[in-house]
């Protein structure tokens, strides 16, 4: 199945994946989402680096559990992560794109290190 033009299993053919996700009400995994997650059980991410981002509301109690179970099914499945998951309130201040950024960063430089490792 493709979600937002990306088949899940393209995801074994990426270097690394930056994964973002918001937090739909109750603190569950948006509707687009949920197809994806199940699907994941699919595909060979093993040793593959990730990176959660994403947005949530804090009116609610639930404030970003979407990237806690994003980032726990990927680490369950093998990939290698980017140990901190970045959250947002609603939309990111610029101290909050800047931190964006820094993920992106971090990223990279594991997909780097994880190349050389595996060449």
Sequence with gaps: MIYDDIEVKELENYDGVLFGVYTW???????EVEGFYDELDGVNIKRKPFA???????????????LDLMYERFEKLGAVMVPEKLVVDLEPSPEEIKKCEQLAEKLSLLINSNQQIVK
């Design 25 to 31: 009400v109750g603190g569950e995994l948006p509707f």
């Design 52 to 66: 959660v981002f994403g947005s949530a509301d804090s009116f609610y109690d639930e404030y970003g559990t979407a």
